[in-house]
């Protein structure tokens, strides 16, 4: 039996957001988006090792203050994908990655594990993500809300900011939302960055329609997950209730 593969949570933090700047180090709770991020991600059960990519010495340094790992890129890079990858130049043979965005300080080690599972049952598997069920007219009308349709053997048949399936007459459907998480075989997560962006994920802005567009799968794993992702101020508020909202439940 092949021995099992290493899995790395990489999480790409970018200091230089447009509509947050200085994100990975705004403070939610009393810590930092970033190592709420870094916490959750070493509750994994899966995880051999978590990682964080920035551009920004500041975020390094507060990542290592708090006894997280964390490793300089350019800061020229264009996505957190392309982060991710100049990493995992440096890494051995072909471990899986998981790609857990900076900015979901409320990722659960639960949700990286569904996406990581399919990759260890399956070897023919290059890329696994998660999705649950919109919870209601405002997440499904919202285009930051990323819908998908999943076909009947689990791979993904496309994401949208538009609300997919259109349930013409009304009847049973679920619509699934997209969570921004990945788990890649190295060498397939070389080979995306390697491509240029493609004319569906241009005009949507959703970089994993790059590899469906390039006819390759991705495993999809459904689950009641809940998160908050911090991308303007007014996330942040939603993030910071959120927060407050479940330790007063935990605490009751």
């Known amino acids: 039996?092949?021995?099992?593969?290493?899995?790395?949570?990489?999480?790409?933090?970018?200091?230089?957001?447009?509509?947050?700047?200085?994100?990975?180090?705004?403070?939610?709770?009393?810590?930092?988006?970033?190592?709420?991020?870094?916490?959750?991600?070493?509750?994994?059960?899966?995880?051999?090792?978590?990682?964080?990519?920035?551009?920004?010495?500041?975020?390094?340094?507060?990542?290592?203050?708090?006894?997280?790992?964390?490793?300089?890129?350019?800061?020229?890079?264009?996505?957190?994908?392309?982060?991710?990858?100049?990493?995992?130049?440096?890494?051995?043979?072909?471990?899986?990655?998981?790609?857990?965005?900076?900015?979901?300080?409320?990722?659960?080690?639960?949700m990286i594990d569904a996406a990581v599972r399919p990759l260890l049952d399956d070897p023919a598997v290059v890329t696994g993500t998660v999705v649950a069920p919109v919870s209601g007219e405002d997440e499904l009308r919202d285009p930051a809300v990323v819908k998908v349709a999943v076909a009947l053997n689990g791979n993904a048949l496309y994401f949208s900011r538009s609300t997919i399936p259109y349930n013409r007459d009304g009847g049973p459907c679920t619509v699934y939302r997209h969570f921004g998480l990945y788990a890649y075989r190295r060498d397939f997560l070389m080979m995306i960055a390697s491509w240029e962006p493609t004319p569906l994920e241009t005009a949507e802005k959703l970089e994993q329609l790059r590899i469906l567009e390039h006819g390759f799968p991705i495993r999809v794993t459904s689950g009641n997950f809940e998160t908050v992702s911090v991308d303007t101020p007014g996330d942040l508020a939603k993030a910071r209730k959120f927060y407050k909202d479940r330790h007063r439940t935990l605490g009751a």
Do not use: C, W, Y
């Not at 939610?28 to 978590?50: D, F, W, Y």
């Not at 920035?54 to 790992?69: I, K, N, S, Y």
């Not at 990493?87 to 639960?110: R, S, W, Y």
């Open 1 to 110: 039996m092949a021995p099992a593969p290493d899995i790395f949570a990489i999480i790409p933090a970018r200091h230089a957001s447009v509509r947050l700047p200085g994100k990975p180090l705004v403070d939610i709770g009393g810590k930092p988006i970033v190592q709420h991020v870094v916490e959750r991600a070493n509750e994994a059960s899966l995880v051999t090792r978590v990682v964080v990519v920035t551009d920004h010495e500041a975020v390094a340094a507060a990542v290592r203050r708090f006894g997280g790992e964390a490793v300089m890129t350019p800061a020229d890079l264009p996505s957190g994908t392309d982060r991710i990858a100049f990493f995992a130049k440096t890494l051995p043979g072909n471990p899986i990655l998981v790609n857990v965005q900076g900015d979901e300080p409320f990722v659960t080690g639960g």
